[in-house]
């Protein structure tokens, strides 16, 4: 890895950051004058920790890494972002990343007008480290990995991703949002051996909680510095760290509704693979189904009309007649096949 300070932008490296109220003031007090809040509708008249280390604490605890390594956002949209904005400067800096994957990098890039190279991966929605690291200039100070990836829900190769890692001087991002139903370990266990390497995951799939927006990045404590000097003070509400706090003292109720997940997973694969779908369904380590239904189009319209709601990827090139179809209830999921075999095109 190339030293942090010639990867950060100049000027968020000299960067003073704001110094909130709660950030200055540490401890118990029976009376708070300093942050101009009003002083009735308790609790939520005072602004939320801005640095969430109760639960910092209780996620460093259930991922086994330091609170320090830990960065919290709204969604991991804004982690995204902000290495985007840490690392990228506007104009001269670019990105790269996979396709098809999550189209956010491409967005985040653009809105900072940072350019995004996007490299594509095989027939086998797989990754080709050298083509990745190829795609790579002097001037490139991210790449973007999603893994299990969307929306094609296969986990890429770890010995392209390791490859990638070793070989390769800037910051690397691996998005591990549908890691929790993956049969492959989180690359959670490398941070001490890759200061370069950023881990996205989030509460949105898995825990079930997409409504709290609750996004988290991973790193080495020097990295989640420079992303935590130029974040928004409070950033995450006290409403969703209070949630997000029950629900990760529950991660038994977790692990057995993911399991329920995948049961359902592997019985819509299972069944749309089969007479009379005879469909093409990728293999998924996530939560969803990638399904080749060849006229896209007019099942996602059909099943629209009997209000059932599908992605509809036929418009992303290298996913032409797929539907993404996320995995339901058992009721759910009866509904969609029982709707996609009443269809008659």
């Known amino acids: 890895m190339r030293d942090l300070k010639d990867l950060v932008r100049p000027n968020v490296w000299n960067l003073r950051p704001y110094s909130s109220a709660r950030d200055e003031f540490h401890g118990s007090a029976s009376v708070f004058l300093d942050a101009n809040e009003n002083p009735w509708n308790a609790p939520y008249n ?3 920790d801005p640095s969430q280390w109760k639960l910092k604490d209780r996620l460093a605890a259930l991922r086994g890494v330091s609170r320090d390594s830990i960065f919290l956002g709204n969604g991991s949209d804004e982690a995204i972002d902000l290495v985007i904005r840490a690392f990228c400067e506007p104009g001269q800096d670019g ?4 396709s098809p994957s999550y189209g956010m990098y491409e967005v985040a890039a653009e809105v900072n007008n940072v350019e995004c190279r996007k490299v594509s991966l095989n027939a086998r929605f797989d990754l080709d480290a050298r083509r990745v690291l190829e795609a790579a200039d002097e001037w490139t100070k991210v790449i973007f990995l999603c893994s299990p990836n969307n929306p094609t829900g296969n986990s890429l190769d770890r010995g392209s991703i390791y490859k990638i890692l070793k070989n390769y001087e800037g ?7 549908y890691i929790d139903f993956s049969a492959y370990p989180s690359f959670l266990r490398e941070l001490s051996g890759f200061p370069n390497l950023v ?3 989030t509460l949105s799939k898995a825990w ?6 609750l996004g988290m990045a991973f790193a080495s404590p020097e990295i989640i510095a420079v992303l935590n000097k130029i974040k928004y003070p409070y950033n995450v509400n006290r409403l969703t760290q209070e949630k997000a706090l029950e629900l990760l003292g529950d991660e038994a109720t977790m692990r057995r509704r993911v399991g329920e997940i995948l049961k359902e997973r592997d019985r819509l694969a299972r069944i749309l693979s089969r007479p009379p779908f005879s469909y093409r369904v990728y293999p998924s380590d996530a939560n969803f189904v990638l399904v080749n239904v060849g006229r896209a189009e007019a099942i996602y319209k059909e099943l629209l009309r009997r209000g059932i709601v599908v992605r509809n990827r036929n418009s992303v090139q290298e996913c032409r007649g797929c539907l993404r179809v996320t995995v339901g209830t058992p009721r759910e999921n009866d509904r969609l096949l029982d709707a996609m075999r009443r269809i008659r095109l």
């Open 46 to 48: 005072r602004y939320p």
């Open 95 to 98: 990105v790269v990343a996979i």
């Open 171 to 177: 910051i690397v991002v691996i998005d591990e949002a």
């Open 208 to 213: 079930g909680a997409a409504g709290i927006r």
């Open 199 to 201: 881990v996205l995951q």
